[in-house]
């Protein structure tokens, strides 16, 4: 099965990778829609939020872990940590992963 995510983890396709331990890889986003604007995945292929079971929620853990060691070494206070789940949601890769935005004032509700 083909994903970008995991072709990415896999070095397949290059990325500008921010953290990597043996269970998640963190990246900028092509696209970013913030100063800052990096994803964090499990190297796991895990289709999305909606997929996150008692078997495979530690790495999700571990991905907050990884999210607050990141923004803290980048200096980073404040923040947003989104995923979208689902196409309806603006979920456009079915690969795991939390966005972190910052660098600039967020309005809420998201649109
Ligand atoms: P989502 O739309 O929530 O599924 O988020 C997917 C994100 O992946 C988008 O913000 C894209 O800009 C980003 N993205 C897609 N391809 C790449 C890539 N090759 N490298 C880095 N980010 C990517
Ligand atoms: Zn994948």
Known sequence: ???LFCSIVSGDIPSNKVYEDELVYAFYDIDPQA???FLVIPKEHIPSAGA???E???VVAHCFEVIAKVTKELG???FRVVSNCGLQAGQS???LHFHVLAGRDMTWPPG
């Open 1 to 3: 099965m083909s994903c």
């Open 35 to 37: 100063p800052v604007h």
């Open 52 to 54: 996150v079971t008692p």
């Open 76 to 78: 980073i206070t404040d």
């Open 56 to 58: 495979n929620s530690a």
């Open 93 to 95: 890769v079915p690969h």
